[in-house]
């Protein structure tokens, strides 16, 4: 069972929600609310304070924010370790007996089980916290290979450690995979600059090894469904995008290895008519779109997975994005017929069901709301989009505690009907946001979480193929 902390402090949470939530409907019944146009917020004055960009590598993660969107209020933040710089750090241990008795055993415990894991064990329940540790003391001979990087480019870090951008006189840099996260809210609140959430990324940017583009997407009653969704894939194309314009820079306007590539005044014309003058650095000098990750935390699950379903049907279109994976924690799924957890646990911990109900009716028009919708409910008949066998690899993470559970697992399970690879693990005793929320990140279940996901999407973004590469 959680502990009494964890306990405490969601009655706490459930009462501070239930008045906001309430409150907006109340609002929006009367008109005060969703009349105010498609600009939209991104996050609430009354939430917790947001953690400013830090463009400087203090922690191993610089970051700053971009607003993407001139009629919107859509916006990213950008998260790039340090590792984009140099190569991990070299460890001198040897993969046999590093894992003691003590903590990696306790670790170990905080993992219920995993469901239709394939691919020699990926990410066993059992032994999960063990692989991570190996990993992490693994001669980087593994690694160098997989991201094509063998020098360090310690000239773009000046005196003071901040980062100054794309540097296309060097061509030694590390190109790392692009991670699009969705933070969780019930579509209402939250923010992707938030305390909790900018240390979320951080965490999982340096376990990764990817650049990690938290989407400040517009949140209900402000702007509905499909607000966003469309939000979301907004994001995507717009990665596409910086891509191209990266390539027509760096082909008409730009240096490379100290030789002039503008030709003439003409062609640097001709950039800027392309928009190259407007290319964001860090992704231009860093990002892999070609191996792209999508990772939904609760509605972010939902949001992810309508972008995969959305990048599925586009194919060439947004090439060189690729989505090679996705991964979805504790998605926010619903239906109308209640399953096993939903009845069992209608008052779980921090989100029970009344409460998500509220947040569907948020988002939700009255003329659409129905828990059937297909944004609620990714198992509802005749569903539109690609079939289910196209979709990208799919990780499930899901809690003990969580009444929205079963359906997170029943999806997983119709993807591995048709040769999806769509592991599930479940932790036990864990609660719904139990790696993300504030109070919780700093347990170890939640850096264990983190370490599980690091392990699988290491798999899917290798460039060696289906393989570890650490």
Known sequence: MPSIGVKLYSVFFKFMLKHRLQSRLQALENDAVGGGGSFGVTSRPDEETAAAPNPSF??????????????????????????????????????????????????????????????????????????????????????????????????LKSENGTYRGYHPAGNNFRRLPVMLQFHGGGFVSGSNDSVANDLFCRRIARLCDVIVLAVGYRLAPENKYPAAFEDGLKVLHWLAKQANLAECSKSLGGTRGGVDLRRSESNLHVADAFGASMVEPW?????????????????????ADYVA?????????????????????????????PTHSEIKMANSYFYDKAMCILAWKLFLSAEEFSLDHPAANPLVPGREGPPLKKMPPTLTVVAEHDSMRDRAIAYSEELRKVNVDAPVLEYKDAVHEFAT??????????????????????KHISLRGHEFSY
Not at 294 to 302: D, E, F
């Open 58 to 155: 203090t922690d191993g993660v610089a970051t700053k924010d971009i607003h993407i969107d001139a009629v919107t209020s859509l916006s990213v933040r950008v998260f790039l370790p340090d590792t984009c710089l140099h190569l991990p750090e070299t460890r001198s241990k040897s993969r046999v007996g590093v894992s003691s008795s003590g903590s990696d055993e306790n670790r170990a415990l905080l993992r219920r089980y995993s469901y239709g894991s394939s691919n020699n064990g990926v990410v066993s329940s059992s032994n999960g916290g063990v692989l991570v540790k190996r990993a992490q003391n693994v001669d980087n001979s593994y690694r160098r290979n997989s991201y094509g990087c063998s020098i360090d480019d310690s000239n």
């Open 283 to 303: 992704l231009a000098a860093h990002g892999d779109p070609s191996r792209c990750v999508l990772l939904g935390v609760s509605c972010g699950g939902n949001i």
């Open 309 to 337: 379903r959305k990048a599925v049907e586009a194919g060439k279109l947004l090439d060189p994005v690729k989505v090679v994976a996705q991964v979805l924690m504790y998605p926010f799924f619903i239906g109308s017929i």
């Open 437 to 458: 929320l504030d109070m919780l990140l700093k347990t170890p279940q939640a850096q264990a979480c983190a370490e599980d996901i690091s392990i699988w999407v290491k």
